[in-house]
């Protein structure tokens, strides 16, 4: 059978988005989440409002302590995410963080792109839980390896979990276990980004626990 192949976007380790090679491997009966914007092509589908944003002044710093989370695509983009939005057990959605001040969205650099996925508290390890917010969990959606964006929620290849599964060359983290890698060529875990709760919406507790994407050294 012959393999579909698509262009997508990879990120390099300042966060600049190029083009490469995504391997789509069908007839697999494995439960698969296929974000709306990887279908479009690009990491993540932004909306108008948050493309606006970009180039705003603190758009590509890093994630800041006390920025709120925002969803980063579809029709609620730009809105603040809050606790009961998200599923428990997933999946996970697609968010940016944003200066609760300014309200400038950080969208400027695709090294800020989130997965933040609601877990059950007593399936998480106790590093995990460290940096949950009632079991909810962010990390960084660029994948280690390559810097393609991690965009598939599907059952583990190897367990009955479901993890997030990078596309492009199948490598697959475990949210549970700190995002550690659990198949597939990825040489580390994905950066962590710790949370906490303020007035009932999620809100960044620390900067980045480990490197972000595809960066060396
Ligand atoms: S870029 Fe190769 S597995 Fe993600």
Redesign the pocket.
């Known amino acids: 059978m012959t393999e579909a192949v698509e262009r997508r976007t990879?990120v390099d380790a300042a966060g600049s988005a190029a083009p490469g090679p995504i391997g789509l491997h069908g007839g697999v009966a494995r439960r698969r989440l296929l974000f709306a914007g990887l279908a479009a092509g690009i990491g993540i589908a932004v909306s108008p409002a948050v493309r606006a944003q970009e180039d705003a002044p603190g758009a590509d710093e890093r994630p800041q302590k006390a920025d709120l989370l925002v969803f980063a695509e579809g029709d609620r983009a730009g809105e603040v995410i809050k606790p009961d939005d998200l599923p428990l057990g997933g999946p996970p959605v697609h968010a940016w963080p944003m200066d609760p001040k300014s309200r400038v969205v950080r969208s400027g650099s695709r090294l800020n792109e989130l997965l933040v996925v609601r877990l059950d508290p007593a399936e998480i390890d106790d590093d995990t839980r460290a940096r949950a917010a009632d079991g909810i969990v962010a990390y960084s959606a660029i994948?280690s390896?390559?810097?393609?964006p991690?965009t598939e929620w599907v059952k583990a290849e190897s367990g009955d979990k479901e993890v997030f599964k990078?596309a492009?060359?199948?490598?697959e983290y475990d949210p549970r276990q700190s995002a550690e890698v659990v198949f597939?060529?990825?040489p580390r875990r994905l950066a962590a980004l710790p949370l906490t709760t303020v007035d009932r919406s999620i809100a960044v507790a620390a900067v980045f626990v480990g490197k972000v994407g595809a960066q060396q050294g």
Do not use: K, L
């Open positions: 990879t994948c390896h390559a810097g393609c991690v990078c492009c060359h199948n490598s597939g060529p990825a």
